[in-house]
C-alpha cells in the first residue's frame, strides 16, 4: 500500500515536483511518480488515492514485509497510529489527504484498492486543481468528501479477482506500456488476456472502475508528463512517442483530464 509519508527517500530526480497545501484540518498532496521508502508511525489518520498502478513490498499495521500491487484507481486509508513501510522503485502518482488536527477518521484497519467511482471523480478535480492554479476549487470540502468515501469502512480491500486479477493488470500494464507509440484496440488487450471484447471491458471497468480505452489514455498521459520533465524532446515528437495522433491531440487530452497544457506542465 504506497502510503508515502512527508518524508521520502527520493534518490531519483523527481517527474514533476510534489505539491502540498493546507485546507482547515487537512494537509493534501500530490505526490509525483518516483522511486521511494517511506518507514513512519501515522500520527495522524491518511487517505490515499492511486492514479496510477503501482508495485513494490510493504508493511502495513504488521511486522510482516510482503509485495504488494496497488491498481489505478484505488483508493487507500491508514489508520493514526498505524505501523507503515513501503517501498517501490518506481512508484506512481498518488494523491494523499491527511487529517492534521488529531482527529482520527471512521475506521480502526487500514486498506487499499478500494475503486469507488465518487472517489475517482473527486481525486481527479483534485488533481486538475493542483496542476491548474486557475482552477476553482473547494480543497476543505473535497477532502471531507475523499475522507468520507473510506469512512466507516473496517476491513481490508483485496486486489481485483475475477478475470482482472493483479497479475493480469500487471501484465496489461508491460503490454501497453511497450507499445505506446502506435495504436492500441480494445480488442488487442482483451485477446491478450484470451477474453472476449465484451466480457474484458465489463470486467475491466469492475476492476479499476474506467474503461479499457480510457486506461490506455491515463498511460500515454503519464508517459507523455515524464518525457516533458525529463527529456529536452519536442512536444511534437513527444505527442508522437506516446501514441497521439498529433500535438494538438495531445494538447487536448492534456486539458480535459489535467487541466493544463504540456507546455505549461514542461514549465
Known amino acids: 500500500m504506497p502510503m508515502k509519508s512527508p518524508a521520502l527517500d527520493t534518490s531519483a530526480l523527481l ?3 510534489v505539491r502540498r497545501l ?3 484540518p487537512w494537509m493534501i498532496e500530490l505526490l509525483a511518480p518516483s522511486p521511494y521508502e517511506a518507514r513512519y508511525v501515522a500520527s495522524q489518520s491518511a487517505v490515499g488515492f492511486a492514479f496510477d ?3 513494490g513490498t510493504h ?3 504488521s511486522d510482516r514485509i510482503s509485495p504488494f500491487q496497488a491498481i489505478a484507481n484505488g483508493l487507500a486509508f491508514v489508520p493514526q497510529g498505524c505501523d507503515v513501510f513501503s517501498s517501490s522503485a518506481q512508484g506512481g502518482e498518488y494523491l494523499r489527504v491527511i487529517r492534521t488536527d488529531g482527529m482520527p477518521l471512521i475506521g480502526t484497519r487500514p486498506f487499499n484498492n478500494l475503486v469507488d467511482p465518487q472517489a475517482i471523480l473527486i481525486a481527479q478535480r483534485m488533481r486538475k486543481a ?6 476553482e476549487n473547494d480543497w476543505e470540502n473535497w477532502a471531507w468528501a475523499l475522507a468520507e468515501r473510506a469512512s466507516g469502512i473496517d476491513a481490508v480491500a483485496e486486489p481485483p479477482r475475477g ?3 493483479a497479475r493480469r493488470l500487471q501484465q496489461l500494464d508491460e503490454f501497453i506500456d511497450a507499445g505506446l507509440e502506435s495504436p492500441l484496440s480494445v480488442q488487442t488487450m482483451a485477446a491478450l488476456l484470451g477474453l472476449s471484447e465484451g466480457y474484458f471491458i ?4 469492475e476492476a479499476t472502475g474506467q474503461s479499457p480505452h480510457s486506461y490506455l489514455i491515463d498511460r500515454r498521459l503519464a508517459r507523455a508528463r515524464y518525457l516533458l520533465r525529463c527529456t529536452t524532446k519536442r512536444v511534437v515528437d513527444i505527442a508522437q512517442a506516446c501514441g497521439f495522433s498529433s500535438q494538438a491531440h495531445m494538447t487536448t487530452v492534456f486539458k480535459q483530464r489535467l487541466g493544463t497544457s504540456p507546455t505549461k506542465l514542461r514549465g
Do not use: D, H, K, M
Not at 202 to 205: G, N, Q, V
Open 163 to 165: 478475470s482482472i486479477t
Open 130 to 135: 493542483f496542476l491548474n492554479a486557475a482552477v
Open 202 to 205: 465489463r470486467a475491466f471497468r
Open 22 to 24: 493546507e485546507a482547515g
Open 15 to 17: 517527474v514533476e515536483p
Open 59 to 61: 508493511a502495513i499495521g
Open 53 to 55: 498502478s503501482q508495485r
